[in-house]
């Protein structure tokens, strides 16, 4: 088991920064894949970014170039910095961890942090 706690969010104008971290509640060292995501109601849970246990990243294509993901395994940290934020990034952010056993993958989420850009 692994619980998340996510922190950062808040109230932004268009253009200005926020940076969001999640805390681990044991090493994520064992963790293949570690992730943020969002959500605003009425669609779907969606990828923003992920990192692998090696350090490998992926964005959405919305936020490549604006958002960099990072992990700190001796602190069971992952983080998002989010920059140049447009009002179409205002939704819940999610992080997620991704353990990958001999049976399959299993997902641990977070409850959320709210993101709010004004225009």
């Known amino acids: 088991q692994v619980q998340l706690v996510e922190s950062g969010g808040g109230l932004v104008q268009a253009g200005g920064s926020l940076r969001l971290s999640c805390a681990a509640s044991r090493s994520t060292l064992s963790i293949n894949h570690m992730g943020w995501y969002r959500q605003v109601p009425g669609k779907q849970r969606e990828l923003v970014a992920a990192?692998?246990?090696?350090?490998?990243?992926n964005y959405a294509d919305s936020v490549k170039g604006r958002f960099t993901i990072s992990r700190d395994n001796a602190k069971n940290m992952v983080y998002l910095q989010m920059n140049s934020l447009k009002p179409e990034d205002t939704a819940v952010y999610y992080c997620n961890a991704a353990a990958i056993y001999g049976y399959g993958r299993v997902d641990y989420w977070g409850k959320g942090t709210l993101v709010t850009v004004s225009s």
């Open positions: 990192i692998s246990i090696g350090g490998s990243t």
